[in-house]
């Protein structure tokens, strides 16, 4: 018989370091013997992996609790997890705003900021009013930019692995855009670009209406509706990232384009005007009798683009976005149709995060990214082949 060998010290290394850091992060602060219980590995491993971790500046020793002091002897050491260690931005690139969220390592939101932007803006105008408002959250938050380890960004269109929009109909300019090269040269650290809906359904599982799902489809909903899928609790982009891009369905027969569906007129609306769509849902609110038709029109639409995928994923949950998570009558028929149509109906809820699930979603991209590398996490619903 072969003789087993021992692994790779360093690895063993990199393991326990992980499962260290992972039981301080759960906690404000934890001393040795907490370690040792939680991590169940030896005193001295766990001093050791401490002291390493301290070294690297991702931890720090801790004050004593207030009256531990006062005690007679020596009070226990306490360590924490320094979130302040590193920041993670998250960035949506919309039609009608930019927005950006910061973060420590934890995840938890410590800046915000947003502009609008016009729908006509040229690719270069749109980037440039991202870098106005990384520059102020920075500013605002007292963050060097040097400290960001990963940023993430979400914007509507198919996008390729390394960041580049292999096809954006929603933004001028924005079909072949090298969109992750672009913002590269902003930062030093990592960008990670992803598609809109994509990001939102990664925001409704980790902080909205998702919590407790693991297979969700998240309905961006619009005149250019998108959808992005979870399946198994792992993002699911299809083979070239265009996976949920149901606003192409009426392209296989489904007749009339949604701008046409939702309009009073003989002329469609605007793709990007939100206003006008706004405008006909509050004069259907009134009673008006044909914006009552249109909004009914553009409502089957949707229930139709949105059982297309419930028939194909089975999810569990289905959570409705965009600007129709403001709006009045579009959940019950959603419920009601897909009662109709599918054969096993999900249930179906609003967005909880609202306008803020995209950079929300682009948030939680970059802190997988981080805890990929620093922490040794697999399987995160992010995560590219």
Same mark, same amino acid.
């Given at each position: ?6 692994? !790779? ?29 939680? =991590?169940?590995?030896?005193?001295? =491993? %766990? ?19 207030? $009256?531990?002091?006062?005690?007679? $002897? ?10 302040? @260690? ?8 919309? +039609?009608?705003? &930019? ?37 102020? *959250? ?12 990963? %940023? ?37 650290? +990592? *960008? ?14 980790? #902080? ?56 009073? =007129? ?10 006008? *769509?706004?405008? &006909?849902?509050?004069?259907?609110? #009134? $009673? ?14 949707? &229930?139709? !683009?949105?059982? @297309?995928?419930? /028939? ?13 998570? $403001?709006? !009045? ?16 109906? +999900?249930? *179906? ?7 803020? @699930?995209?950079?929300?979603?682009? /948030? ?22």
């Amino acid at each position: 018989m072969s003789r087993l060998t021992g692994g !790779d010290p360093s690895l063993l290394r990199r393991i326990n370091s992980a499962v260290v850091l992972h039981a301080l992060r759960g906690a404000d602060a934890r001393t040795l013997t907490d370690l040792t219980r939680i =991590t169940g590995l030896s005193r001295p =491993t %766990v001093e050791g992996v401490v002291e390493g971790l301290i070294g690297t500046g991702l931890v720090v020793e801790a004050a004593p609790e207030e $009256g531990e002091a006062r005690r007679q $002897g020596r009070p226990a050491r306490r360590f924490r997890f320094r979130a302040e @260690a590193g920041h993670l931005l998250g960035i949506e690139i919309g +039609p009608h705003r &930019v927005a950006a969220l910061m973060s420590g390592l934890d995840g938890r939101i410590i800046g915000a900021g947003s502009r609008e932007v016009s729908e006509t803006a040229s690719a270069d105008e749109r980037l440039e009013r991202v870098r106005t408002v990384v520059a102020d *959250v920075l500013r605002r938050t007292g963050v060097a930019r040097g400290s960001l380890r990963a %940023v993430g960004v979400g914007t509507p269109g198919i996008v390729e692995a390394d960041g580049t929009v292999r096809l954006g109909t929603a933004l001028p300019g924005w079909t072949g855009l090298a969109l992750g090269e672009r913002l590269r040269r902003s930062f030093r650290c +990592p *960008v990670l670009v992803e598609n809109d809906a994509n990001a939102a359904a990664v925001a409704e599982q980790w #902080k909205g209406a998702a919590t407790d799902s693991d297979d969700i489809v998240f309905v961006l909903a619009g005149l250019s509706p998108g959808a992005g899928s979870l399946i198994g609790g792992r993002l699911h982009r299809g083979f070239g990232g265009a996976a949920g891009e149901i606003g192409a369905l009426h392209l296989l027969g489904q007749g009339a384009t949604p701008e046409t569906l939702l309009s009073t =007129t003989d002329e469609p609306l605007h793709p990007l005007d939100e206003q006008a *769509v706004a405008e &006909v849902f509050a004069l259907a609110r #009134k $009673g008006d009798a044909r914006a009552r038709e249109a909004v009914d029109r553009f409502i089957q639409r949707l &229930v139709h !683009d949105v059982a @297309a995928l419930v /028939l194909a994923l089975d999810p569990e949950l289905v959570v409705v976005g965009g600007w129709a998570a $403001g709006l !009045d009558g579009v959940l019950q028929p959603l419920r009601d149709e897909l009662a109709r149509f599918c054969l096993r109906p +999900p249930r *179906v809820a609003l967005s909880l995060l609202g306008e803020a @699930a995209v950079a929300t979603g682009a /948030l939680r991209l970059a802190l997988d990214h981080v805890e990929e590398q620093l922490f040794a996490v697999e399987g995160t619903v992010t995560a590219r082949r």
